[in-house]
């Protein structure tokens, strides 16, 4: 069975601090996707990763994979509270994205 | 350049009405897909189709749901008899082709179903 695991599922940190949001794939494909969800809205795109070893970077967030590992990571650099929101990855299957559980992120002030 | 589109945004059925989704997808795309997020989840996969085509629709519930994509005309999701486990948002993306595409997000449609 495909599948996308994210940890952790919930995660809550001070202002200013720095964590790293973890997603496991078991698909073929190496192509990896970060979205950004608030409540009740749609999903935002963050990063599309193709290749071994990208990496990419916008503001405080970075994102990287691994496909040997099938691994890619979020970073997240001195959180501030405009990054509260429900962070998802996708692995591209054959044609279908088979999504993560979200990572529901707060950012205390 | 609009992006993918879907309308209702919000719709509200009681339990046994139908219920139907529209999605037009980005300008020169010709493939469709279904998701559907229930609350505090992640997206499922539910239907992948082509003008005229439904090419896998693995993740659709056997009863009461089916989607189109016909030759001229948005994409249609729709689920007969609603009951309240259907309750969801619905995803729509679109992509030029596969396996190599990205797939682009409309903005969904929250169905509530009273």
């Known amino acids: 069975e495909l599948k996308v695991e994210q940890n952790p599922l919930f995660l809550s940190m001070q202002e200013g601090k720095n964590y790293t949001i973890y997603c496991n794939y078991s698909t073929t494909s190496d192509r990896l996707y970060w979205y950004r969800q608030d409540p009740g809205k749609s999903l935002e795109s963050l990063f599309v990763?193709?290749?071994?070893?990208a990496v990419k970077q916008e503001g405080r967030l970075m994102a990287s994979l691994d496909t040997k590992a099938r691994l890619s990571t979020l970073h997240i650099t001195a959180a501030v509270h405009d990054l509260s929101a429900t962070y998802f990855c996708?692995?591209?299957?054959?044609?279908?994205?088979?999504f993560g559980t979200g990572t529901r992120l707060k950012v205390l002030a | 350049n609009a992006g993918v589109m879907q309308n209702p945004r919000h719709l509200v059925r009681r339990r046994g009405q139908e219920a139907r989704l529209r999605c037009s997808p980005m300008?020169?795309?010709?493939?469709v897909y279904w998701y559907r997020q229930l609350p505090e989840e992640g997206l499922k996969f539910m239907v992948y189709?082509?003008?005229?085509?439904?090419?896998?629709e693995s993740g659709m519930p056997k009863e009461r749901f089916s989607a189109e994509f016909p030759k001229e005309g948005p994409s249609i999701l729709r689920i007969q008899q609603v009951v309240r486990g259907d309750s969801a948002a619905y995803f729509c993306?679109?992509?030029?082709?596969?396996?190599?595409?990205?797939?682009?997000f409309g903005p969904g449609t929250r169905l509530t179903v009273t």
């Open positions: 993306a679109s992509s030029r082709g596969t396996p190599a595409y990205e797939q682009y």
């Open positions: 300008k020169g795309h010709s493939h």
């Open positions: 990763l193709l290749s071994n070893g």
């Open positions: 189709l082509q003008k005229e085509n439904i090419i896998d």
């Open positions: 996708a692995s591209s299957g054959t044609y279908k994205y088979i």
